[in-house]
């Protein structure tokens, strides 16, 4: 075992490549020790991928008091082409891990002076796994409220889905999940944590 001190290492040809060890071999970085990089760095730390963030583009009627999967048919992102924005509005990413997820609906019942009870629910295969409820009295022009709800869901990368689904009750008016071409009103996202 012996120390090697230099200031400079380069390869032998220019433009070459410097190889530190082999399959298996450990380098120890000590603490205290600072490494400053100045160059393009790959295989490194990890990635928040895949992602999708989707919205609605247009409002949707729901039966009031009646659970309803939400049709997000508008992808801002989606890094892996994991979300189907068009028959099942779900996200089946391809890579397992644990995933940051955020829903936000915007649920409208088109009448002032009644009670609105509006619900998110992101459900994991079918099944509720993130939940949040929002009850209030209308007032004037109030009819729509915005209720979320976000969480940490594993996810094995092959079989395993979410989908948003919201609940609109409402003591009058028709009762709607709002969407809007060029605004967020009700949106569906995730990420993958890096871990």
């Not at 949707?60 to 924005?85: P, R, Y």
């Not at 088109?110 to 409820?133: C, D, P, R, V, W």
Request: net charge negative; with cysteine; charged share 15%.
């Amino acid at each position: 075992m012996g120390t090697i001190k230099t200031t400079n290492i380069e390869p032998i040809a220019d433009n070459g490549t410097v190889t530190l060890g082999s399959s298996g071999d450990t380098f120890t970085v000590p603490s205290g020790v600072t490494i400053t990089n100045n160059g393009t760095q790959t295989g490194f730390g990890g990635a928040n991928t895949p992602y999708f963030f989707v919205r609605k583009s247009a409002n949707q009627s729901v039966s009031s008091g009646a659970i309803t999967k939400v049709e997000l048919d508008v992808e801002d992102l989606d890094s892996a082409n994991c979300f189907d924005n068009s028959t099942n509005y779900r996200f089946t990413p391809t890579t397992a891990g644990k995933y940051f997820v955020y829903s936000s609906l915007h649920c409208n019942a088109n009448s002032a002076n009644n009670f609105l009870l509006g619900t998110t629910t992101i459900k994991k295969n079918g099944s509720n796994e993130i939940y949040q409820q929002l009850d209030q009295r209308t007032t004037g022009n109030g009819y729509s409220s915005s209720v979320s709800a976000f969480g940490i869901v594993d996810m094995n990368g092959s079989s395993d889905y979410l989908e948003s689904w919201g609940y609109v009750s409402s003591s009058g008016g028709t009762q709607k999940i709002s969407g809007n071409g060029s605004t967020q009103y009700s949106l569906f996202g995730a990420y993958k944590i890096i871990e």
